[in-house]
């Protein structure tokens, strides 16, 4: 008996089957088949020989590998019952729900009172599929791994690209083939982290940006995962994702995470397109529209507050173009630095003695919003709150510390309540509309309900204040998914706002993030966190990619350097309708010391090219550089927007530097632009229009 299910997209088919009401097998994925295939054929087909050195039967890849199936790989679930028992359960189908989305498969092993129920959509005109398993037992029991539905890969995608990362230098990719045995990466930091992005695109060697096969997944969970991208003896390979191992307590009720998964033909541009699309569209739901100009004072003043300072630095910021104001780090307990005060959220009256009210009253009264600072789930020893409640803390009393700071106990009712308690009076007495929550140092335990406690926290502050913007910043770029997005609205890609770092940062990151989601600030002449002296054209140019904000003190500028920015900020709010909603899609440069995006309108009728030369080229003249995505048969109007920036160095003729050039769009993604030569560290940004 064979039971088969189809999940079907514009863009992939993932097709189930179920052999004797065993848990189902992915017996296809891959492009988009028609609705008359023959499912039942398409399972039976899929059945793999057997020969010498093998068990008479291949035990099933499921969506759930079953250790009593004698599956010789990593397995779906590992399961304990209270007295440390492993449990090998026997799961038999039990019932479906359909959906006009998707299916809901229940399976049970009666023998253990356990119900395994898998729910599998696929979300509308993005083809993302969207993934989770669920586990219920009559007895408590303990649950070691979870595994969120597990899908294979072909074995002509034999290379994976997964991603790493450290503080200043998120989402760093590295293309690693597959080879016999498990690939694992178990984070258990507690959070997302720089170093654990958790996503991993099974590729062919040929695939580039623009052009090849590629399976992509990304795991929706905050919490810390764990990663398993495995090739059998046999040659199937699985992909796995869960929360970290050991993670959750005892209970009768186990969930992952949702699996975020796509097929495409079209290079990873198709799957990024899909995530950037479902992201926009499908997750982050109540954010400004149009995306307001930010700027953030932190790498302005730090620690040392001070109204008056803070009000020209407002003013100024205003003048540049901004539309929001953050006032960072330092403005409640008695918090000069970072060894105090982290739990006593509430207004420092020594820096500001009538509380907040003058500096948001001048911030208002400019046209801008007013945004603030928190670092909820932590907590200082030099603390009223520590004082009064050492037990709210995370782990034993003897643990590292990390940037001189402890971790509260998001688990605990109490703690949420207190939080929730003080983060609602401030923004109920002041007039804020944003909020940038930060959480500077991984967890001392790693426990999935610190994540799923805040979670809780969250939900309810947006649901007390659903006016409220919140950014997810962790360090920079160490608490972003699709967990963290569901419930906020802009993330802090990276505390590195060297403009030649974020150019890879931002790049890499566009495989799953929009624009309109992914801060980008223009930083200080000479950056923080690098030490480099950047230019401000490429600094502008480069926060202009995404949503663009201000991170430096403006009153540092010189008048050049302001008119630039001004220049830069007034085209980006002229274009931010529809650059916010266009497909970021990365060009396959053949130069490897350029970066360059197209951002292409939803309409397709428009784009805008960035190219960053990052690094001196080896060769002298510059690689034509290809586009993408047009439509081969339309003429396309070509303007260098920023040819003024051409360096004396520059000292042929080439037509952008004179004129826009008018060509048709097979023209350009077969050629490509020819853009003048120019110094490392710059960029071009060119201007496309269909005529």
Request: hydrophobic fraction near 35%.
């Amino acid at each position: 008996m064979i039971r088969t299910w189809h999940l079907g997209g514009h863009q992939q088919s993932l097709v189930l089957a179920s052999f004797h009401n065993q848990l189902p097998e992915a017996v296809y994925w891959g492009p988009p088949l028609p609705e008359t295939d023959n499912l039942e054929m398409i399972a039976n087909a899929n059945r793999q020989d057997v020969t010498g050195g093998m068990l008479d039967q291949n035990p099933p890849l499921s969506l759930s590998p079953e250790v009593s199936k004698t599956f010789p790989g990593e397995a779906g679930h590992s399961l304990r019952d209270k007295n440390g028992n492993s449990l090998a359960p026997r799961f038999s189908f039990h019932e479906e729900e359909n959906a006009e989305t998707g299916v809901a498969l229940t399976f049970k092993d009666r023998d253990l009172g356990l119900t395994l129920r898998f729910a599998l959509e696929v979300c509308g005109r993005t083809s993302i599929l969207k993934l989770e398993t669920e586990l219920k037992s009559d007895a408590p029991i303990q649950a070691d791994w979870l595994a969120a539905p597990v899908l294979p890969v072909p074995s002509q995608t034999n290379q994976m690209i997964e991603f790493s990362g450290r503080w200043c230098s998120e989402f760093q990719t590295r293309r690693l083939p597959f080879a016999p045995g498990a690939r694992t990466r178990d984070n258990r930091t507690g959070r997302t982290d720089h170093a654990h992005f958790p996503g991993l695109i099974a590729v062919r060697p040929g695939t580039t940006n623009t052009s090849g096969e590629a399976y992509a997944f990304h795991y929706g969970w905050s919490g810390g995962h764990k990663m398993v991208a495995e090739e059998l003896f046999d040659g199937r390979r699985q992909v796995q994702f869960g929360h970290a191992s050991r993670t959750g307590k005892p209970g009768t009720h186990f969930q992952s995470a949702p699996l975020y998964a796509t097929y495409t033909s079209s290079g990873l541009n198709g799957a990024a397109v899909s995530f950037q699309r479902y992201c926009r569209t499908g997750l982050v739901t109540a954010a400004r529209n149009p995306r307001p100009v930010h700027y953030n004072c932190w790498e302005a003043v730090y620690f040392d507050h001070n109204l008056h300072e803070l009000k020209s630095i407002a003013t100024k910021a205003h003048e540049l173009g901004a539309e929001r104001f953050v006032l960072d780090d330092g403005w409640f307990g008695h918090r000069d630095d970072d060894t105090s005060s982290l739990g006593d959220w509430v207004i420092d009256t020594r820096k500001y003695p009538d509380g907040l009210t003058p500096l948001i009253d001048h911030v208002t009264t400019l046209g801008m919003e007013f945004g603030i600072w928190f670092e909820p789930e932590m907590i200082n020893e030099d603390s009223e709150l520590f004082r009064a409640h050492p037990d709210w803390v995370l782990g034993p009393a003897d643990q590292i510390r990390g940037r001189q700071q402890l971790v509260l106990d998001m688990s605990r009712n109490e703690v949420q309540d207190y939080l929730f308690a003080r983060i609602a009076a401030v923004l109920q007495d002041n007039a804020i509309g944003y909020i940038k929550w930060d959480h500077n140092r991984v967890l001392p335990v790693a426990d999935a309900a610190q994540a799923e406690g805040t979670y809780a926290l969250l939900d309810r502050l947006r649901a007390a204040f659903p006016d409220v913007e919140i950014e997810s910043c962790a360090s920079g770029g160490g608490r972003i998914d699709y967990g963290i997005l569901q419930r906020t609205q802009r993330v802090w890609l990276s505390d590195s706002n060297d403009a030649l770092e974020r150019q890879r940062i931002q790049h890499d990151a566009a495989l799953f993030l929009p624009g309109a989601v992914t801060g980008s600030h223009v930083g200080p002449r000479t950056c923080h966190t690098s030490g480099r002296m950047l230019d401000i054209r490429i600094r502008a140019w480069t926060a202009a990619q995404r949503h663009m904000g201000f991170e430096m003190d403006p009153r540092e500028l010189t008048d050049e350097e302001a008119g630039v920015l001004r220049k830069v900020t007034s085209w980006w709010k002229a274009n931010r309708d529809w650059l916010m909603l266009a497909d970021i899609l990365r060009l396959d440069s053949s130069d490897p010391a350029i970066i360059a995006e197209q951002h292409l309108a939803k309409e397709g009728d428009r784009f805008t090219v960035f190219a960053a030369q990052i690094k001196t080229s080896e060769q002298v003249l510059p690689h034509p550089l290809r586009l993408t995505g047009l439509e081969a048969g339309e003429t396309y109007r070509v303007k260098l927007l920023n040819r003024e920036d051409a360096p004396g160095l520059s000292r042929g003729t080439p037509l952008l530097k004179a004129e826009d050039l008018t060509v048709g769009g097979q023209y350009l993604m077969s050629h490509g632009v020819t853009l003048p030569w120019r110094f490392p560290g710059t960029i071009w940004v060119l201007e496309g229009h269909r005529t």
